[in-house]
Nanobody
Framework: QLVESGGGLVQAGGSLRLSCAAS????????MAWFRQVPGEGRELVSV????????YYADSVKGRFTISRDNAKNMVYLQMNNLKPEDTAVYYC?????????????????WGQGTQVTVPS
């Protein structure tokens, strides 16, 4: 089970830190990711982190502004979002991969959280 938190309303240029709490003994064995979705559009991959945190992937749209991290001892994944823009407005979802290494294929992620809303007014 994955539970996201930390979303909210923030002005452009501001920061938010999303958290994802994972339950289950196998958390540290799998890559984790953050996706986002705007109503009426498909789910977009934002960032991925490998099972041990050694490898990461960022979408071009967030590179240099967002940082993904994980704490396997606490079964937590984080997404630090800086310099937020109106186009970052979306529901953000935490997802667990079925692989250890970074993957960018949505079908490689078998578990999803319920999402947390991030709103950046224009």
């Amino acid at each position: 089970q994955l539970v996201e938190s930390g979303g909210g309303l923030v002005q452009a240029g501001g920061s938010l830190r999303l958290s994802c709490a994972a339950s289950g003994r196998s958390f540290s064995a799998y890559a984790m990711a953050w996706f986002r979705q705007v109503p009426g559009e498909g789910r977009e991959l934002v960032s991925v982190i490998s099972y041990n945190g050694d490898s990461t992937y960022y979408a071009d749209s967030v590179k240099g502004r967002f940082t993904i991290s994980r704490d396997n001892a606490k079964n937590m994944v984080y997404l630090q979002m800086n310099n937020l823009k109106p186009e970052d407005t979306a529901v953000y979802y935490c997802a667990a991969s079925t692989f250890q290494s970074v993957t960018t294929q949505p079908h490689d992620f078998g578990s999803w959280g319920q999402g947390t809303q991030v709103t950046v007014p224009s």
